[in-house]
């Protein structure tokens, strides 16, 4: 059998076709370089507009807050096994404040023992004589805290004479703002 042998007339028009094909992908791809000069394409350049949010991400360790289960009424600057460190894992700078709730006996009748949150002293220095007191409202500890960074608070606790025998507990809030 004898190949068939496409007609000239066909062969030039599909020769053409995909000459212009091509240069037209050329065109649409990039800039077309000729004779060592290049031919900008008709380009429309276009503003954009990008908001990036605040990102607030913090971490918390430490918690829960431990003084140990043998503390003496009328004994003063009872350590926190390890002191709360916030660290900000986020993309602005961080207001730390803390603020803490009383103190009640959840062993016996909780009304009648407990004792303030103003026996808690806080440091962001492992310096029990340089605290200030823990109270049930906000208290900055670091009004900027940069990026990567971690924030240590450490934590006190002094037993008031006379106290009834129990476990206590307390509730600690650590409010993160960005600033």
Do not use: C, R
Request: no cysteine.
């Amino acid at each position: 059998m004898k190949p068939k042998i496409m007609n000239p007339k066909i062969a030039l028009i599909t020769i053409i076709i995909l000459v212009i094909v091509s240069i037209s992908l050329i065109l649409a791809v990039a800039e077309f370089k000729l004779f060592g000069t290049y031919i900008p394409l008709d380009v429309s350049t276009y503003n954009m507009t990008l908001g990036i949010a605040s990102a607030i991400i913090y971490d918390v360790s430490g918690t829960p807050i431990n003084f140990g289960t043998s503390l003496d009424p009328a004994s003063t600057d009872n350590s926190a096994l390890s002191p709360v460190n916030v660290t900000n894992e986020g993309n602005v700078e961080l207001n730390i404040s803390v603020k803490g709730s009383e103190f009640f006996n959840h062993t016996v009748n909780p009304e009648t023992y407990y004792f303030s949150i103003g026996h808690v002293s806080w440091n962001d220095a492992d310096n029990p004589a340089a605290a200030a007191d823990l109270t049930t409202s906000y208290t900055v500890v670091n009004p900027s805290l940069d990026l990567g960074n971690t924030q240590n608070i450490y934590f006190w606790v002094d037993i008031p004479a006379g106290q009834y025998t129990g476990l206590y507990k307390s509730t600690l809030y650590i409010e993160v703002v960005a600033i």
